[in-house]
Nanobody, 124 residues
Framework: QVQLVESGGGLVQAGGSLRLSCAAS????????MGWFRQVPGKEREFVAG????????YYADSVKGRFTISRDNAKITVYLQMNSLKPEDTAVYYC?????????????????WGQGTQVTVSS
């Protein structure tokens, strides 16, 4: 069992930065690939970034490539999403998720555990 708690969301102006954190519980955290997803009302949850269980491989949606960076600290059982050059279209609820796999998937239906989400709002 893995429990996930996101933090770090908030209101920021376009061009600004935020760093999201996802604190996990559970001794097997290092055996999970992790993903960040986002969702706006009326739309499906979409993949943003993912990281392999070792942290050696990272994956990004084209819309955030070059602006967002995912990382993990297995000793602190925490995953991070550094978001730079934020745009109004990045506004969404951001969720972290754990997948009992080596590398992350982009399909949210694959993931085993989810956090409650944190709101990110980017003003123009």
């Amino acid at each position: 069992q893995v429990q996930l708690v996101e933090s770090g969301g908030g209101l920021v102006q376009a061009g600004g930065s935020l760093r999201l954190s996802c604190a996990a519980s559970g001794r097997t955290f290092s055996r999970y690939a992790m993903g960040w997803f986002r969702q706006v009302p009326g739309k499906e949850r979409e993949f943003v970034a993912g990281i392999s269980w070792s942290g050696g491989r990272t994956y990004y949606a084209d819309s955030v490539k070059g602006r967002f960076t995912i990382s993990r600290d297995n000793a602190k059982i925490t995953v991070y999403l550094q978001m730079n050059s934020l745009k109004p279209e990045d506004t969404a609820v951001y969720y972290c998720a754990a997948d009992r796999a080596v590398v992350p998937e982009t399909d949210p239906r694959i993931y085993d555990y989810w956090g409650q989400g944190t709101q990110v709002t980017v003003s123009s």
